[in-house]
């Protein structure tokens, strides 16, 4: 027989992939009778996020609690330190989970000091990628893997998103002390609807933050040139902010491509999914990308950067995959252009998305990993 667990989910941003997967976690686990709570970042997430936030709360017996948190290590993560861990006392969780790299130190740290005062919270940590794209030979990569060593200690559990992920922290980290299971990610039923495109539809999309991580600017160098290669015009629409947002809009000025890419704030994915023929996700670096699933869940043909986890998404199908570099994405945006049914055909199959990336799957799955880790903790 299942426990009801006080559930508590602790992360920095709520934006992007980690925001989408506490929420999905979120909505399966209070379904199942668990008392669910969030902790995070106040000073990060536009009115977008907030508004996601807003219309989780209720179903939250735990409810949401933000405070300011840091991104890097500075002296203001004392204070932000200490709030967060009195939030996350006063919520008494029995699973404390740590989602990206901040909230996985928090998870850690705060249910180590729970525990010498006599919880027995397990303490769950989920990397996201986070600081696991740090290049290990550079100074900063070497202290977080010095970080992530130490807190490996205090890990009862690590859910890794891929198979590449778990590698990635055993190459540049070592094997886990702690005992640790890949999940994928996976979306609800209901977003494995397709998506028709509008009939002004542009040819390509991009989703997601306006950071160089996630590769806009491979996007727009890209655009400029499959043009040169089809020797027609080609249109495309960017979804997303971030700080460098003005950045991209000035280099697809400067790439001649100011008629032709439309800039658009956050929006749900499925919204922006009709503005466009195929979506692309250019970025050089992921841990399991949730656009990818979402796109191909609406039936959207793609091009995807050959990283992080992608690659296990397209097993059955690797004809998306490309390297992170605007000559081949270029490449293949116009051989998807030159015959778009021929290039949707290529996709993987909808029975092996909805088999291997799909909501209750994953929170099945975690749900057993949380009871067995309770179990063994007490």
Do not use: W
């Not at 000559?327 to 055909?345: F, Q």
Request: charged share 25%.
């Amino acid at each position: 027989m299942t426990q009801s667990l006080r559930i508590v989910h602790c992360f920095r941003s709520p934006v992007g992939g980690i925001f989408r997967h506490v929420r999905d976690l979120s909505h399966a686990q209070t379904a199942a009778g668990h008392q669910v709570g969030i902790v995070c970042d106040s000073s990060t997430g536009g009115d977008f996020e907030s508004r996601l936030l807003a219309e989780l709360e209720p179903d939250l017996a735990l409810g949401v609690a933000r405070t300011p948190m840091q991104r890097h290590i500075g002296p203001g993560d004392i204070v932000s330190a200490f709030r967060t861990f009195k939030l996350i006392k006063e919520l008494r969780p029995d699973i404390l989970h740590g989602h990206g790299a901040k909230g996985g130190v928090y998870a850690r740290v705060f249910g180590s000091l729970l525990r010498v005062s006599g919880s027995r919270v397990a303490r769950l940590y989920s990397p996201h990628g986070g600081s696991l794209h740090y290049d290990e030979t550079a100074l900063t990569g070497r202290l977080f893997f010095l970080i992530e060593r130490l807190m490996d200690r205090f890990s009862d559990h690590i859910l890794f998103v891929s198979q590449q992920e778990r590698a990635m922290f055993r190459r540049k980290i070592g094997e886990p002390k702690s005992p640790h299971h890949v999940v994928h990610n996976g979306i609800r039923a209901e977003e494995f609807e397709p998506v028709a495109a509008d009939d002004n539809a542009a040819d390509f999309l991009y989703i997601g933050m306006m950071r160089d991580l996630k590769g806009p600017d491979i996007f727009i160098d890209a655009l400029a040139r499959a043009r040169t290669m089809l020797q027609r015009p080609v249109s495309a629409v960017m979804v997303g902010d971030g700080e460098d947002r003005e950045r991209y809009v000035a280099q697809a000025g400067e790439r001649g491509l100011g008629d032709q890419v439309r800039f658009e704030m956050p929006m749900p994915a499925r919204q922006a999914f009709a503005l466009a023929r195929i979506v692309v996700v250019p970025s050089r670096a992921e841990a399991m990308p949730y656009i990818v699933i979402e796109a191909l869940g609406a039936g959207k043909p793609m091009i995807a950067s050959a990283v992080g986890g992608i690659p296990e998404i397209f097993t059955t199908a690797p004809n998306a995959l490309v390297e992170p570099d605007p000559d081949a994405i270029a490449a293949k945006m116009a051989d998807a252009l030159t015959d778009e049914d021929a290039y949707a055909a290529t996709m993987p199959d909808r029975a092996f998305l909805t088999e291997n990336f799909s909501a209750a799957a994953m929170a099945g799955r975690i749900e057993a990993i949380y009871q067995d880790t309770v179990a063994r903790i007490r």
